[in-house]
């Protein structure tokens, strides 16, 4: 459960409180927003934050007061989404990854990812598109864009929430931005912009 | 960085992919300093395909976190969380 291994802090019921307003409640929009676009279901999303934030009280004695308590939530809130949600839910099976990462360290890939899209047709985006775009990913890439690009965590904070290396939250990243790219291009092109 | 007159910079680039994932590490904040200086203010002023790369990843960026976040947690559901806490506390 926990991001460092640490060692186990023995906190009294106040101390415990108090770390629970101070360094976990004010992370609890963020935590809806996480919650929310993994499950995509508004119901799924609240049940998913509660537990998280229950199970984090239950095991605070593994937090260590002033470190990185978003990371930590965060990192709960995944393995929960992973372990209760995921499985129930109509998600498409998890993408290869030994494929997608060799695709991505292709030559071939060059032609195919940039996909023509202008910042003036991103900027009519007024709607629900680039919304849309991000949920339609995967949730595994879909999960590095909320961390990295909503969230504003660093790579090597990723790769401790996903348990994963961070050239692989790299190469992740780079593949989720591309398809969000494709995805958004499809848009523009709905739009009337022109690719060249 | 300025404004480049874009009918003088390069454009095709001959290192695209290296440079797109140096332009994401940079947007992303985890270049050094000498890559984003290098990158920034030397390649990116004459290269156009870079240049507009750089812009996009940047509304790309800008655009997400106007669009998908900022929406705050139901009041209720942070009521409920408390009240579990305090419960919890009190048992």
């Given at each position: 459960?926990?991001?460092?291994?640490?060692?186990?802090?023995?906190?009294?019921?106040?101390?415990?409180?108090?770390?629970?307003?101070?360094?976990?409640?004010?992370?609890?929009?963020s935590?809806?927003n996480f919650?929310?676009r993994?499950?995509?279901?508004?119901?799924?999303?609240?049940?998913?934050?509660?537990?998280?934030?229950?199970?984090?009280?239950?095991?605070?004695?593994?937090?260590?007061?002033?470190?990185?308590?978003?990371?930590?939530?965060f990192?709960?809130?995944?393995?929960?989404?992973?372990?209760?949600?995921?499985?129930?839910?109509?998600?498409?099976?998890?993408?290869?990854?030994?494929?997608?990462?060799?695709?991505?360290?292709?030559?071939?890939?060059?032609?195919?990812?940039?996909?023509?899209?202008?910042?003036?047709?991103l900027?009519?985006?007024?709607?629900?598109?680039i919304s849309?775009a991000l949920n339609?990913l995967?949730?595994?890439f879909r999960t590095v864009i909320i961390l990295c690009d909503l969230e504003g965590f660093k790579y090597?904070e990723m790769?401790?929430i996903?348990?994963?290396?961070?050239?692989?939250v790299r190469?992740r990243l780079h593949r989720a931005r591309n398809l969000l790219k494709?995805k958004l291009?499809?848009?523009?092109?709905?739009?009337?912009?022109?690719?060249? | 960085?300025?404004?480049?007159?874009?009918?003088?910079?390069?454009?095709?680039?001959?290192?695209?992919?290296?440079?797109?994932?140096?332009l994401q590490l940079i947007v992303d904040g985890e270049?050094?300093?000498?890559?984003?200086?290098?990158?920034?203010?030397?390649?990116?002023?004459?290269?156009?395909?870079?240049?507009?790369?750089?812009?996009l990843e940047v509304a790309i960026r800008q655009m997400l976190k106007s669009k998908c976040s900022g929406?705050?947690?139901?009041?209720?559901?942070?009521?409920?969380?408390?009240?579990?806490?305090?419960?919890?506390?009190?048992?």
């Open positions: 459960m926990e991001l460092e291994e640490t060692a186990k802090q023995h906190y009294t019921d106040t101390e415990r409180q108090q770390i629970f307003d101070n360094e976990f409640m004010p992370h609890i929009n935590m809806y919650a929310y993994l499950t995509l279901d508004q119901d799924d999303s609240k049940d998913l934050v509660q537990d998280t934030y229950l199970k984090a009280y239950r095991f605070i004695d593994s937090f260590q007061k002033g470190t990185n308590a978003k990371a930590w939530l990192r709960i809130l995944k393995n929960s989404f992973i372990n209760d949600y995921r499985k129930k839910s109509k998600e498409p099976s998890k993408v290869d990854y030994q494929e997608v990462e060799s695709y991505y360290n292709s030559e071939e890939v060059d032609r195919q990812i940039t996909p023509d899209l202008r910042v003036e047709a900027k009519d985006m007024i709607g629900d598109e849309n339609s995967d949730v595994d090597d790769a401790k996903l348990d994963i290396p961070i050239g692989t190469s494709e291009s499809e848009y523009a092109k709905q739009m009337g912009y022109k690719t060249a | 960085m300025s404004n480049p007159d874009q009918s003088r910079m390069k454009q095709d680039c001959a290192n695209k992919r290296e440079c797109m994932q140096m270049a050094t300093p000498e890559q984003k200086d290098h990158f920034l203010k030397h390649h990116l002023e004459e290269c156009l395909p870079c240049f507009n790369n750089y812009h929406d705050c947690a139901p009041q209720e559901l942070v009521d409920s969380i408390k009240a579990k806490v305090i419960r919890n506390l009190a048992s």
